[in-house]
């Protein structure tokens, strides 16, 4: 375990403050695990000799990303088959320990999870906080809320009961119930499954499975413990919906009609599009062996609902950075800067609002906002350093090699690879027998 030092300088580097200013160049002083002082070049400032300086010369000085949609208990799966009935909790709960650490290499200070296998992200978050265990500053959620009708797993779903990060539920009763269980059990968010998959859908984006007033005794209930809501929302009625119930942030909030925008801009609710999982399929998912028609899907996904988040974002809405890190095509500490790229390619921001959405914007995913996520004095020193220019191209926080040192509270997170490499335990991962049908007129094809 590093130890914590009691002064830390990080000298001669191109500060991005995550606020949304223009870089600058300068020092940013640490004591007491908080940022005490932002020096531009031209200050001096005497030092005690206990203060540890790293001259970052060329490089940048930023906070430390933020990764407001991140599912650190699912370890990649591929499919759905595989998250429910491959993984075993405990076993869960030790792999997510060591995923936390390819995430603190990729640069993340800091993360949401808003639904876990068990209450894997409560226990995971414990243990980081009490030093057991290195990791980002977490907050997370306990089983996501679903109706019978199911999430995005369709007829894997029980039609009641408990199944990996799910709790079915139905009628008032069980609806308080399950809140104030997770609310005494730990939880920093409740999550709901707004909407889902059904067959035979005649709606665009996902079907919306709770009613107006189901979502807002959920938002009630919560808010009467001081815990806020976060829903998942595929589906322009849904979104209007649980923002009108009072949810404190909508994740994905794609195909929004106008009456949903309005509803959005009211509320000010903010808004954690998660388009690297879509983005990732849509532009390497041949690289996986996935079908033209769902990478074409995803990619309309974007196209679709760009235009409305950049309507709301213009009219003063938040969006951040979230990733869907934890599936197979979303790998811890691979595509944490993905969603900034996102943000600029597809949705319209400058490269200075897509790291402020990932950093000082995002702080808000944590309930820290005001505290991290920006270098600015008083804030927690949550602090990257970066061989290169994330203002010039975001990509850069995703090149191997290039998060030189992460910094959490001031204390140096290790950096260097982790060793050795891991296997998967015996019936982790879903089996294949291949890809294809094996039929006779394949064999024969093959054996001209």
Same mark, same amino acid.
């Given at each position: 375990?590093?130890?914590?030092?009691?002064?830390?300088?990080?000298?001669?580097?191109?500060?991005?403050?995550? %606020?949304?200013?223009?870089?600058?160049?300068?020092?940013?002083?640490?004591?007491?695990?908080?940022?005490?002082?932002?020096?531009?070049?031209?200050?001096?400032?005497?030092?005690?000799?206990?203060?540890?300086?790293?001259?970052?010369?060329?490089?940048?000085?930023?906070?430390?990303?933020?990764?407001?949609?991140?599912?650190?208990?699912?370890?990649?799966?591929?499919?759905?088959?595989?998250?429910?009935?491959?993984?075993?909790?405990?076993?869960?709960?030790?792999?997510?320990?060591?995923? #936390?650490?390819?995430?603190?290499?990729?640069?993340?200070?800091?993360?949401?999870?808003?639904?876990?296998?068990?209450?894997?992200?409560?226990?995971?978050?414990?243990?980081?906080?009490?030093?057991?265990?290195?990791?980002?500053?977490?907050?997370?959620?306990?089983?996501?809320?679903?109706?019978?009708?199911?999430?995005?797993?369709?007829?894997?779903?029980?039609?009641?009961?408990?199944?990996?990060?799910?709790?079915?539920?139905?009628?008032?009763?069980?609806? #308080?119930?399950?809140?104030?269980?997770?609310?005494?059990?730990?939880?920093?968010?409740?999550?709901?499954? #707004?909407?889902?998959?059904?067959?035979?859908?005649?709606?665009?984006?996902?079907?919306?499975?709770?009613?107006?007033?189901?979502?807002?005794?959920?938002?009630?209930?919560?808010?009467?413990?001081?815990?806020?809501?976060?829903?998942?929302?595929?589906?322009?009625?849904?979104?209007?919906?649980?923002?009108?119930?009072?949810?404190?942030?909508? %994740?994905?909030?794609?195909?929004?009609?106008?009456?949903?925008?309005?509803?959005?801009?009211?509320?000010?609710?903010?808004?954690?599009?998660?388009?690297?999982?879509?983005?990732?399929?849509?532009?390497?998912?041949?690289?996986?062996?996935?079908?033209?028609?769902?990478?074409?899907?995803?990619?309309?996904?974007?196209?679709?609902?760009?235009?409305?988040?950049?309507?709301?974002?213009?009219?003063?809405?938040?969006?951040?950075?979230?990733?869907?890190?934890?599936?197979?095509?979303?790998?811890?500490?691979?595509?944490?800067?993905?969603?900034?790229?996102?943000?600029?390619?597809?949705?319209? %921001?400058?490269?200075?609002?897509?790291?402020?959405?990932?950093?000082?914007?995002?702080?808000?995913?944590?309930?820290?906002?005001?505290?991290?996520?920006?270098?600015?004095?008083?804030?927690?020193?949550?602090?990257?350093?970066?061989?290169?220019?994330?203002?010039?191209?975001?990509?850069?926080?995703?090149?191997?090699?290039?998060?030189?040192?992460?910094?959490?509270?001031?204390?140096?997170?290790?950096?260097?690879?982790?060793?050795?490499?891991?296997?998967?335990?015996?019936?982790?991962?879903?089996?294949?027998?291949?890809?294809?049908?094996?039929?006779?007129?394949?064999?024969?094809?093959?054996?001209?």
């Amino acid at each position: 375990m590093t130890d914590s030092v009691t002064g830390l300088l990080l000298r001669n580097g191109r500060i991005v403050d995550g %606020l949304g200013n223009q870089p600058f160049s300068g020092s940013v002083l640490v004591e007491a695990g908080r940022i005490s002082r932002v020096l531009t070049a031209d200050e001096v400032v005497d030092l005690p000799g206990s203060v540890h300086c790293v001259d970052v010369d060329g490089m940048t000085i930023m906070p430390g990303l933020i990764d407001s949609h991140c599912h650190i208990s699912f370890d990649e799966p591929s499919s759905n088959d595989e998250l429910f009935f491959h993984r075993r909790e405990g076993l869960a709960a030790i792999i997510a320990a060591r995923n #936390v650490q390819r995430l603190l290499r990729a640069g993340v200070t800091g993360f949401m999870d808003p639904d876990s296998l068990g209450e894997i992200g409560i226990d995971l978050r414990d243990a980081v906080e009490a030093g057991i265990i290195h990791g980002p500053r977490m907050s997370v959620g306990g089983n996501a809320l679903l109706t019978s009708v199911g999430g995005t797993a369709g007829r894997l779903l029980p039609d009641e009961g408990r199944r990996g990060y799910g709790k079915i539920v139905a009628g008032r009763d069980e609806i #308080v119930a399950e809140v104030r269980r997770q609310v005494k059990n730990g939880v920093d968010w409740i999550k709901v499954h #707004v909407t889902g998959l059904a067959p035979r859908m005649r709606c665009q984006g996902e079907l919306q499975v709770w009613s107006y007033d189901e979502l807002r005794l959920v938002a009630d209930t919560a808010h009467e413990l001081g815990i806020p809501v976060t829903g998942h929302c595929r589906g322009a009625s849904s979104i209007r919906d649980a923002a009108r119930a009072g949810f404190d942030l909508i %994740l994905h909030a794609t195909y929004m009609g106008d009456d949903a925008l309005e509803a959005v801009i009211e509320a000010g609710v903010p808004i954690v599009p998660t388009f690297a999982f879509q983005a990732n399929l849509a532009d390497y998912g041949e690289e996986v062996g996935a079908s033209p028609s769902l990478q074409a899907l995803f990619k309309s996904e974007i196209s679709a609902s760009a235009v409305m988040l950049k309507r709301a974002f213009d009219a003063g809405v938040k969006l951040l950075c979230g990733t869907e890190s934890g599936f197979s095509i979303t790998p811890y500490g691979e595509w944490h800067y993905r969603e900034l790229e996102v943000f600029v390619k597809d949705i319209g %921001l400058t490269s200075l609002e897509a790291i402020k959405a990932a950093t000082s914007d995002n702080a808000i995913a944590l309930q820290l906002e005001g505290e991290t996520g920006a270098i600015e004095k008083g804030r927690l020193a949550d602090i990257i350093v970066v061989d290169g220019d994330p203002v010039a191209d975001v990509t850069v926080l995703g090149e191997p090699g290039k998060i030189k040192y992460v910094y959490i509270g001031g204390v140096a997170q290790p950096t260097d690879p982790i060793t050795p490499a891991r296997g998967d335990p015996p019936g982790w991962r879903v089996s294949h027998y291949g890809n294809r049908i094996l039929n006779y007129d394949l064999v024969r094809r093959n054996r001209k």
